[in-house]
Each structure stands twice: as structure tokens, then as C-alpha cells.
């Protein structure tokens, strides 16, 4: 039954995949027409607007068939069984190793839709060789040659692209990353999809791992970056066989189990002077808990004890009065992001009115 219903969900997501490259082409085709149309208002040649406009409503509408066809074979995933779903998604990892391969269903339609979405940018340039096309063709192929090289540096001879065990997190763009150097690991999943997932991992040194990255990424890592106490490496999920939230449970059963433990509450954007204060606090509250634990009821509070436990209570008030500056950082950039999406939909709305105003306008004046 799980193999029908994995076959059955490969299909679908490669009814996707192709539903995604026909929405491709049927942009491309909207907005050739649409630069067309604006090349005929503007000079008078209204003979084929009727055409043009025909040919762009037409491409618009299969964006939206497309579109909601992918959107129902997504509820249809959604909707499968709770068990199965919760087999998927809600794993229990109690073993010793865990092996992650590439999943070609999803990695070789990504190639080629990357190869067939760069021939118009190519023969753009060869057949109406200009600045436009050609810097157009140029930056697509660049950005072409670096999703390729990163993607194809999965495979490696003899190796699984992931492999987790009792010694290392052992990844194909980083090699074996021991237990005891990664101090923090969090996931960041997109509902219950493995559609744009990935693992980071806080790891010490960071420029040991990352001088290990395919050529084409290790071209935009920053000396600071490589010469950093501490450091965060992002490990893409979407193009594994295994489920996400199993690959990061696996990763945090196998790093309980090596000392010194991992640390509590980490985010990706942790300085080492923040991770220094929650070490602190966590030694400070684990003593305080420990003092706790060993009084009797019937017994009184010795004045040792008072006095350790008004020290560590002093302790800890300061460490969280130094880590306030921190969070108030975080929160300051959590603003400024929220003011930047405002922004960035505020002007996308302006140029959307612009082109409407502009297009209105001269059809006015083609009209008169």
C-alpha cells in the first residue's frame, strides 16, 4: 500500500512539474505579446492589436488553468490518508545511521527545465542580437551553470549524498561534520511539504566545511564568512528521498547522544557572545535547580544555601539584562523586514498602476 500510494504521489508531483513548465512558456509567450502590443500603440500599428491581444488573453488563461490544476493535485496531496501522512511527516528515528539519496523524479525534470528555459534566452541573442538579449542570455546562463553544478555535486562516488551516523553529519557539499562541533540545528519546512526545506547547522569553523562547496557557490562565500569562530551551513532538503522532519530528528537524536549537549533555544542568526550568555544562563538555572532538588521538605534552608541561591538569582538577573540588547536586535530586524515587504508590495502596486495609466493614455490618444 505505501508503495502505490509513493507511486502514485511521484506522479502527481510530475503532473506538477510539467503543469509548472507549460505555466513557463505561457508567461514567456504573455509577455512577448504584451512587450508586442506596446510596440503597436506606440507606433500606430493597430492592424494586429486585435491578434496580439487574442494571443495574450489566451496565454493568461492557460496560466490560470495551469495554475488550478496545480492547485487541486496540491489539496489532493494534502488529503491523502492521516496515517500515511503521519508516517511521512511525524517520523520516529531510533537507530544509529540514516542514508539520504538523490530523488530523480524531482532532480531530472529540474535539469531539463532548467535547459529548456534557457533556449529562448539563447536564441533571443543569436537571432536579434542586441544589448538586452544578450546581457539577458548571458545572466541566465551564469545562473544556469550555478543551480547545475550545485545540483550535480550530490552525487559522489561510493557515498549517499546524506549520510547520518553515530561519528558525523556527513553531506555531500560539506563532508563529515562531527557531532561535537555543530552546537545548534533547526529546520525550516513550508507547511507538511518537503518543497523548499532545508536543515541549518551551527557548527565551529565554518570555513573547514565550506571550502568543501562546489566551486560556483564557493565563489560567493565571504572571506569573514570562512575566517569565523562560529557559523551557519544551509543543507537544501527538497532534492533527498528522505522526509525532512525525519532528517532532522535523526540529526538531533544522534547529537544527544555526544557530548557537550546542544544548545537550547539556538537560532541561525545567534552571535557567539549570545550563545555565551545562554550557556550561562542554562549552567545558572541547571544549579539552581539542582540546589532545589536537594532540599527536604521537612528540613529548614541552610544559610549556604540562601546565600547560593541569592547569588545565583543575582547572576541570573544580569545575564538577562546583558542578553536584552540581543533581543531587542531581533526585533528591530523582524520591523524592518515587515517595513520592507510593505514597501516592496507598495511600489510593485505603483508600477502595475504606471503601466495601466501609461497603456490607457495612449490608447486615448490613438483613439483620438
Known sequence: MLLAISSEKSMRTLARLGLILVMVFLAFGLLAELFRLYIEFSESLLNYVPQDAAIALACAAGIAVCYVKCRRIERAQAAEMPAIVHHEYRPEFNGSRLEAKVNLVIMIPLLLRLVVTAIPFVLGAWLRPGVGQICSAVLYLAATVYTVSSM?????????????????????????IRWDQIHGISCFQLRQSDRNSDIRLGVAKPGRYLRQLPWAMRIFVSRERMDADIGVLRIPMHLLNQPTMLIHKAALSLRSRVSPPLLKFWTPRMTAGQMALINQQEA??????????????????????NHELLRLSEDLRLQSAANRPFLQRDLARVQRMKYALYALFGLFVLFCLLVILVVVWRAIQHAH
Not at 521538605?297 to 541552610?302: E, F, L, S, Y
Request: hydrophobic residues 35%.
Open 284 to 305: 545558572t538555572l541547571a544549579r539552581m535547580e539542582q540546589i532545589s532538588a536537594s532540599l527536604k521538605p521537612d528540613a529548614p534552608i541552610t544559610s549556604d544555601q
Open 152 to 176: 550535480l555535486r550530490y552525487w559522489r562516488p561510493g557515498k549517499p549524498t546524506l549520510v547520518l551516523d553515530a561519528n558525523s553529519f556527513d553531506h555531500a557539499w560539506y563532508g563529515p
